[in-house]
């Protein structure tokens, strides 16, 4: 079955580096787009990055757009979220997601804390 599984997060001051990993089984992985969201307390999910299924284009929300960089390994089924520049409102979990015979497939999570 589809899985994705997160990892990587943790607590980090403001201004520092994270990167997030998220490794996939259970599809062809380099047939599929893939893209991060993130989930803040009280808040909806939202759409933060995307790649393409070859990883020659992304798409960022201007929220991240500059500090969060989405990259891929197809040789690995990994997908990867760097992110810099952290900022206190960028504490969320934050999820990978794929969508995959006709479903919008989520991970677990990871929790993202960026204090100030």
């Known amino acids: 079955q589809v899985q994705l599984v997160e990892s990587g997060g943790g607590l980090v001051q403001a201004g520092g580096s994270l990167r997030l990993s998220c490794a996939a089984s259970?599809?062809?992985?380099?047939?599929?787009?893939m893209s991060w969201y993130r989930q803040a307390p009280g808040k909806e999910r939202e759409l933060i990055a995307g790649?393409?299924?070859?990883?020659?284009?992304?798409n960022y929300a201007d929220s991240v757009k500059g500090r969060f960089i989405i990259s891929r390994d197809n040789a690995k089924n990994t997908v990867y979220l760097q992110m810099s520049s952290l900022k206190p409102e960028d504490t969320a979990v934050y999820y990978c997601?794929?969508?995959?015979?006709?479903?919008?497939?989520y991970g677990q999570g990871t929790q993202v804390t960026v204090s100030s």
């Open positions: 790649i393409s299924n070859s990883g020659g284009s992304t």
């Open positions: 259970g599809f062809t992985f380099s047939r599929y787009a």
């Open positions: 997601s794929a969508y995959v015979r006709d479903w919008r497939r």
